[in-house]
Every structure is written in C-alpha cells, then in structure tokens.
C-alpha cells in the first residue's frame, strides 16, 4: 500500500479489520512481523527506539477520546505537546493562539477540557496534533463519540487541514462519513486490503472475494 504526499485517505472496515494495528504500525507503536514501512522514502522499521521520536513528531494523531490533559486548558492542552518537542515560549506564544484560531476555537482557550462539548474537544485535540506542523495526521474514529451535527465539522475541518497541505489518514467505519467524502478508500478484513479505490464507497453489508496481503 503506498499513500502518496497531500492524500486524504479513508481507511475502512469493521472492528477487529486491522484499521488502528495499521496506524499503530506507521506510529512503530506496533512492530510489523514482515515487511518494510516507509515515511517519505526513508526506512523506519529498524529505526532504534530512542529515535523514534523523531519520526512521530513527523506524525499527528487524534483519537476517538480525545486524550486532553484534564487540568490543563485548552491552551496549554496545545501548548504542551510543544513543549515536548522542546520549542520556545517565543514559539509557543506565537504558534499555539494560531492553531487554535485554525480549528475554530479562539475565545476558548482557557476552558478546560470539562468545559468544551465533544466537538470542541476534537478540535482541540486536532490544534495539538497539528501544532508542531507534521507531514501526516493520523486519525483513528475521531467522530466515534460525536453526534452528526459535530461528526460533519470535524471531517470539513479534517478536509480543511489536509487542503493546507498535510496528508491525512482517516480510520473510520462510519460508512455515511466516507461515501460523503468521495475521496480513496482502503477496506480491510481480518487484516487484508479486500480494495483500494479511488473516489470510493464503504459498504460494509457487500463482501469482496479477492484479497490483497499487505
């Protein structure tokens, strides 16, 4: 499977397909019994631990539950994984009042994580996947908790990111999210790629007979 630079791509299946283990791999949060996995041509698969930091900071990710820091605002939600990348206050005080501005959220940047709907926590849990600026977002389920009205404005601003350039990998099995993108799909089943489309559809009621290893 190869997703090419400022691809918006749907990863799909049912649970248990093999959707996070692939998302878990690109992290090397997993390790791959065979076979090579590639970031922008460069081998990642027997990078060393203690240097896989610097290949995830290359990475964003969001979550179903969001993982915000339940004492920390909005503000320093965002901030904090700057902070972890080892950037400045100067930076942080710049950088961070404009991510948050990104994902339509300025005004709340000193709410607590108790104090934001679901929606506006995935927004901010978007700011700080997208705050020290990777090359790819990664997103497991992120509207898995969301009712439609939020589910459709965390995909627009899902388009809306990989529009400025980011390469986004969508795992979802929200069939009514991926048919409304009309963007490449990927379906899984029991760990293969049973089909790779694109401006495809997500049927998960219509089996697929040929099966492609990954």
Excluded: W
């Excluded at 090579?36 to 203690?50: E, H, N, S």
């Excluded at 969001?62 to 820091?69: P, T, W």
């Excluded at 990998?169 to 993108?181: G, M, S, Y």
């Amino acid at each position: 499977m190869r997703i090419e630079p400022k691809e918006f791509v749907s990863i799909v299946g049912t649970s248990g397909a093999g959707k996070t283990t692939l998302l878990r791999l690109l992290l090397r949060e997993e390790e791959p019994t065979s076979g090579r996995i590639f970031l922008d041509g460069f081998d990642i698969t027997d990078v060393p631990r203690r240097d896989l930091h610097r290949i995830r900071r290359r990475i964003g990710t969001v979550f179903q539950d969001y993982k915000l820091l339940p004492m920390k605002t909005a503000y320093e939600n965002v901030a904090f994984a700057m902070e972890v990348a080892g950037r400045t206050p100067e930076e942080i005080k710049e950088d961070v009042p404009q991510a948050i501005q990104l994902v339509g959220l300025t005004g709340k940047e000193n709410n607590f994580p108790h104090q934001l709907s679901g929606g506006e926590k995935q927004r901010i849990a978007i700011a700080r996947a997208l705050i020290n600026r990777p090359d790819v977002l990664l997103a497991d389920e992120p509207s898995g908790n969301l009712d439609p009205g939020n589910t459709a404005e965390i995909v627009k601003l899902l388009l809306k990111v990989n529009g400025l350039g980011t390469t986004v990998i969508l795992a979802t099995h929200d069939r009514e999210v991926v048919n409304n993108l009309g963007r490449r799909v990927i379906t899984f089943e029991q760990g293969h790629i049973t089909s790779d489309e694109e401006n495809g559809t997500y049927m998960p009621d219509i089996g697929k007979e040929k099966t492609q290893s990954v």
